[in-house]
């Protein structure tokens, strides 16, 4: 089977964005998208959207949306995604799967979502969806109360990490000084994010406010095809494979430190690849807290159970590191609107191995991976993406 091509894509700013409702989003994401592929919105034969919503917003039947917002597209065929915070790639998957049918040429892409619409109580109620909310869902401290409880049993059993994960927390948000869409223009620094103060206090058990992703507005686009096309602006991506792995939904069926359904798509991910680690030069994994980025060092294989510490400790993925991780700044730094993340992730990615990526770029990235997750490493998504 021929793997497809991004071979455009468009990215909002990422932010607290009040002024912007979901016609504009939808507008200044997948116009720059379709232009930068050479293409109209008439060339477009089917489009994607991932959306978690779950009570951000009252719309939902968000799919139609893309027809309001862009009048071309009234009669083009459009569907939603949700996948909790893995919907955009849930919604790239279900276009690459509408590709590989020869159903369609050209795909559209367009992950959003709007965040910022309520108290903060009610934004980490409405997360905790995305946990087993039989057992999970009156955590305290919404989601962040679950990976507070992750990183409590990991500290408990391998020892006190505050270090490593403010070396994380410090290194997305140095990286984020670069990218021109991130939420957070900010270097924090270790010694902020590795202190609790009065601006960074604990939030949910070891994790501090530093160690949490950003509640966002976004949205991002792609335009995925199973060719390069002539008329594009920026040069294609490629995939050399891509990978869903799913694991149990209640973290009380699992081992909570380790990600193991994100290990197996990682090791699936390479293989079909034909590719091993060393051959990325670069990955954009799924920051949601800190501790995750340590434990999917894990899950990559970058360390042993208990020792993924050592990898940030140790400057490998520091920008100039062996395999930089996030030098978008993550969703640490960048932000992450839900629906939009999976989606932003392979922009980030394309831009690097197209060598756009500005500031952000990577020297010599030909080949890179992204990792986005779905609640508490259920829905793992994995990506390997490479220059033409």
Known sequence: MKQPYIVGWGHTQFGRLDNMDFDQLIREAALPAIASAGLEPGDIDGIFVGHFNAGFVQQDFSGALIGVAIPEFRHTPSVRMENACATGSAAIWAALDALASGRIKRALVVGMEKMNTLPNKEIGDILL???YVKEEGHTEGGFAGVFGQIAGQYFER???QSDALAAISAKN???GMHNPYAHMRRDLGFDFCRNP??????VAGPLKRSDCSLVSDGAAALVLSNEPLAGAKVPAVRWRSRTHVNEYLPLSRRDATRFEGAALA???GLAD???????????????CFTIAEMLEYEAMG???HGQGGRVILDGITTKDGKLPVNPSGGLKSRGHPIGATGVSQHVMAAMQLSGTAGEMQITGANMGAVFNMGGAAVANYLSVLEST
Request: glycine share 6%; hydrophobic share 40%.
């Open 302 to 304: 970058l360390a042993a």
């Open 173 to 175: 948000h140095a990286n």
């Open 197 to 202: 103060s009065e601006k960074n206090p604990f």
């Open 273 to 287: 690849a034909g590719a091993t680690l060393s051959d990325l030069k670069f990955v954009e994994t799924h920051d």
């Open 266 to 268: 990682w090791q699936k």
């Open 158 to 160: 391998f020892g006190d």
């Open 129 to 131: 969806k995305a946990s």
